[in-house]
T-cell receptor, first 114, second 112 residues
Framework: AQSVAQPEDQVNVAEGNPLTVKCTYS??????LFWYVQYPNRGLQFLLK??????LVKGSYGFEAEFNKSQTSFHLKKPSALVSDSALYFC????????????FGTGTRLKVLA | NAGVTQTPKFQVLKTGQSMTLQCAQD?????MYWYRQDPGMGLRLIYY???????DKGEVPNGYNVSRLNKREFSLRLESAAPSQTSVYFC???????????FGPGTRLTVT
């Protein structure tokens, strides 16, 4: 079965330190990969996506993500965390190009400590 | 440009009552989705509409029905609400396959 895994329910990081939020997927073919962020009592907001090309993708608010095909991973990163980055982060996969169904991970809560 | 709007924002129902959640988008997107979000479960797809005039079941369709009223609007109906349907419901839209989805602000539903 196709799936997306976010192995950490919560990640704690000190402000100013680099952060990584992990995502792995089990999807056949060449999927599109996405990261979304959700702030309290809000809908999900798009951060970045990987379609093809450079394995390092840059997105909003200084976030970037690294695609690794051999490890089927798409980890979210930021060089220097801010307290305002504290939120719930979701990885998502679109299994086949042109399809309309997306699979979401269970989410990782990021807590940045001042 | 309001994006994706949902009504109502909050709703409390008694078991067995019915209600319709409304969703509209003004981005001329072809595809629309209904998800539910539960703690520890992430987002689960209830139904989606790839284009106007079509609807398909997602991962958790039981107990729900949908209507793609026109290109802008996609409603979700609970015919006989159950406590297991207590959740936060999100509507989303998509322009083309492979693009990012745009989400509404959500409806928090409690069934007692």
């Amino acid at each position: 079965a196709q799936s997306v895994a976010q192995p950490e329910d919560q990640v704690n990081v000190a402000e100013g330190n680099p952060l990584t939020v992990k995502c792995t997927y089990s999807v056949s073919g060449n999927p599109y990969l996405f990261w979304y962020v959700q702030y309290p009592n809000r809908g999900l907001q798009f951060l970045l996506k990987y379609i093809t090309g450079d394995n390092l993708v840059k997105g909003s608010y200084g976030f970037e993500a690294e695609f690794n095909k051999s490890q089927t991973s798409f980890h979210l990163k930021k060089p220097s965390a801010l307290v305002s980055d504290s939120a719930l982060y979701f990885c998502a996969v679109s299994p086949v190009s042109g399809t309309y169904k997306y699979i979401f991970g269970t989410g990782t809560r990021l807590k940045v400590l001042a | 440009n309001a994006g994706v709007t949902q009504t109502p924002k909050f709703q409390v129902l008694k078991t067995g009552q019915s209600m319709t959640l409304q969703c509209a988008q003004d981005m001329n997107h072809n595809s629309m989705y209904w998800y539910r979000q539960d703690p520890g479960m992430g987002l689960r797809l209830i139904y989606y509409s790839a284009s106007e005039g079509t609807t398909d079941k997602g991962e958790v369709p039981n107990g729900y029905n949908v209507s793609r009223l026109n290109k802008r609007e996609f409603s979700l109906r609970l015919e006989s609400a159950a406590p297991s349907q207590t959740s936060v419901y999100f509507c989303a839209s998509l322009g083309t396959g492979g693009s990012e989805q745009y989400f509404g602000p959500g409806t928090r539903l409690t069934v007692t």
